[in-house]
């Protein structure tokens, strides 16, 4: 006798990486179980009918910012978390620029507590800077996925990491497998090109353009993938906005350096005339 499921989706399409079938999908506990014909499926508990929709699996987004601890006039992991379940997410990893960062495991205690109320699954990225390297591995152990090195930067003021702790880092972290997200730009450009448009009384959208020009990105790519090539560490560039530094990607991709990169939909379908 066929075993009862808990779940079957019937009348789905369904998207697999290939292709989108008709089919329906059956699931018992948190596995799918089985894709096929409706006539196919096991009897269930439940039933849903999802005619003329689309079934995806749950997504994984490797970058949010949930803000909390810290900050949770901006985001909260419960209000986080419930806006990616909604929107098909059932997977985050999360960055360390939080108030306290994650760079200690004292830290990661404080967010690991505040990531109970979690609806999904995650993950959390520690932070690479000059004084964490001494607590990489203890952060793995302590439950860390990954780390986030801020290059370029950000929310919080979190100071950017020399290039001897960036290539510590990746020396500690390449034997282990570890992979590093990067914001990659070069913070002494824009800090630079930042006072000067504030000291002239700017302080609208397009100085903050203004104050990143592509070669802040294009340089920092170059330097982190140099390191990653020399160390054999993994890396993810983060926001990748600038087409110009594509080819930096290609060319150390082609060396065989463990590349990825993530971009945005303002960078694919934004311009200054928009």
């Given at each position: 006798m066929t075993k009862e499921v808990d779940l079957v989706i019937r009348g789905a399409r369904v998207v697999s990486p290939d292709q989108i079938i008709e089919a329906s999908v059956a699931i018992a506990g948190e596995h799918i179980v089985a894709v096929g014909h409706d006539d196919t499926m096991p009897p269930a508990r439940a039933e849903m009918r999802a005619d003329g929709l689309h079934l995806l699996p749950g997504a994984i987004d490797s970058h949010v910012h949930f803000r909390d601890p810290g900050y949770p006039n901006k985001e909260t992991w419960k209000t986080g978390s419930a806006a990616a379940a909604l929107g098909g997410v059932t997977t985050v990893f999360e960055m360390p620029n939080t108030n306290p960062p994650t760079g200690t495991v004292e830290a990661l205690r404080i967010k690991q507590k505040a990531a109970e109320s979690s609806y999904c699954d995650f993950g959390i990225h520690g932070l690479l800077g000059d004084e964490s390297i001494d607590q990489l591995e203890a952060l793995l152990e302590a439950g860390v996925t990954s780390f986030k090195a801020f290059v370029g930067n950000t929310f919080g003021n979190l100071p950017a990491p020399t290039d001897g702790a960036l290539l510590e880092g990746f020396e500690i972290l390449a034997p282990l497998g570890i992979r590093t997200v990067v914001h990659a730009e070069n913070s002494s450009i824009l800090l630079r090109r930042q006072k000067h448009l504030q000291d002239a009384g700017r302080h609208d959208a397009m100085a903050h353009l203004a104050a990143r020009p592509a070669v802040a990105e294009i340089e920092a790519i170059n330097r982190v993938l140099t390191l990653a090539?020399?160390?054999?560490?993994?890396?993810?560039?983060?926001?990748?906005?600038?087409?110009d530094s594509l080819f930096l990607l290609r060319e150390f991709k082609r060396r065989g350096v463990?590349?990825?990169a993530e971009t945005c939909p303002q960078y694919l379908l934004l311009n200054t005339d928009h």
């Open positions: 090539e020399w160390t054999g560490a993994r890396v993810h560039i983060a926001h990748h906005s600038a087409a463990d590349v990825t």
